[in-house]
C-alpha cells in the first residue's frame, strides 16, 4: 500500500472563530498503479485532500501514512516524501520563474541536491515525457502556449520522479485540444511509466473515461468510493449533491427505465452508444 489516510481530520481557522471542518473522519487507501479520479464540488475537500497526501498540511488528528509510516512522525523526511508524491496545483504554469524550459524542470532535482549529471538526464526525459520537443527547451516559458507551459509544469514535478502524481484540475483554463493532450498525457504516463494518478476534476466525463476508480467528496466527507460503473449507478445520489452522471449515461440510465436490457457496465459514451445499439439490434 502506497499511502493511506486513517481517520483523518482537518479543521481550518481553530480559535478563530472561523472554524472550518474542511476534511472529515476520512479512511482511505491508495494503491500502487491507481488511477484516480476525485471528484465533489468547490468546497468539497479534494484540494485539502491533495495537500495533506503531500505533507503540506497536517492533519488536525488521524494520520497520513507513506508506506505504512505516519508522514508527521518526528523523524520522517518530508522533503523526501515531496519528492515521491508530486502535487501539481491548479494553473501550475504561474509558478514558472527560470530563464528557460530546461532550467525550470531542472529547478527541482537540483534543489534537493542531485549531481548536475542526473539533473540533466531527469530533466531531459521529463520533457521527453510530457511531449516538449528539444527546439523548446532553451525557450521562456513565458513564450509557450497554454497548453504547453502546463505540460512544463508537470515535467517538473516529473522531474523528481515521483511514485504518486496528485493533479489538482489540470486541465483549467485549457481550450479543448489542450484539455485533451493533458488528459492522454495523464493516461500515457500511468500506463507506460505505472504512475500512481490522483486527477481531482469537477468533469465526471474526464474521471470516467480516464480513471479506474472515483472518490466523490461532498462538504469533507467521502461518500463514494469505487469503478466508474458502480459511482454511476448511484446517479440520484450524485444529483442530490450537485453533481450529475457522464449525459451518455443518463441517456443509457433513461432507456434502462424503458425497459432497455444490457449496458450496466458502461462509463463512456462510446460504450453507453455501443450497448444501444446492440440493444436496437436485438
Not at 542526473?118 to 516559458?141: F, M, Q
Not at 504547453?148 to 522531474?159: D, S, Y
Request: charged letters at 25%.
Amino acid at each position: 500500500m502506497l499511502m493511506e489516510l486513517k481517520n483523518v481530520n482537518y479543521i481550518y481557522g481553530i480559535g478563530s472563530g472561523y472554524e472550518k471542518h474542511a476534511v472529515k473522519n476520512l479512511n482511505l487507501r491508495i494503491g500502487p498503479g491507481e488511477f484516480i479520479g476525485v471528484v465533489g464540488h468547490t468546497g468539497s475537500g479534494k484540494s485539502t485532500l491533495a495537500r495533506l497526501l503531500n505533507g503540506l498540511e497536517k492533519p488536525t488528528s488521524g494520520q497520513v501514512c507513506y508506506h505504512g509510516i505516519d508522514i508527521h512522525n518526528k523523524d520522517f523526511d518530508r522533503k523526501e516524501l515531496r519528492s515521491k508524491v508530486g502535487l501539481v496545483f491548479q494553473y501550475p504554469e504561474h509558478q514558472l520563474f527560470e530563464v528557460s524550459v530546461i532550467k525550470d524542470v531542472e529547478f527541482g532535482p537540483r534543489n534537493i541536491g542531485l549531481k548536475p549529471l542526473e539533473v540533466e538526464l531527469r530533466a531531459y526525459n521529463a520533457l521527453k515525457l510530457t511531449g516538449i520537443g528539444e527546439e523548446l527547451i532553451d525557450a521562456s516559458p513565458h513564450a509557450l502556449s497554454g497548453g504547453q507551459k502546463r505540460r512544463v509544469a508537470i515535467a517538473g514535478v516529473l522531474a523528481m520522479e515521483p511514485e504518486i502524481l496528485i493533479l489538482d484540475e489540470p486541465t483549467a483554463g485549457l481550450d479543448p485540444q489542450g484539455r485533451t493532450e493533458i488528459l492522454e498525457l495523464l493516461e500515457r504516463l500511468h500506463q507506460e511509466q505505472g504512475l500512481t494518478i490522483l486527477l481531482i476534476s469537477h468533469s465526471m466525463e474526464d474521471v470516467a473515461r480516464y480513471a479506474d476508480r472515483i472518490l466523490v467528496m461532498r462538504q469533507g466527507e467521502l461518500v463514494l468510493d469505487g469503478p466508474p460503473a458502480r459511482i454511476f449507478r448511484y446517479e440520484e445520489e450524485l444529483q442530490a449533491i450537485g453533481l450529475n452522471v457522464p449525459e451518455s449515461i443518463g441517456i443509457l440510465h433513461q432507456l434502462q427505465k424503458h425497459g432497455m436490457t444490457g449496458g450496466e457496465d458502461c462509463v463512456t459514451a462510446e460504450e453507453a452508444a455501443a450497448a444501444i445499439a446492440a440493444w436496437i439490434r436485438k
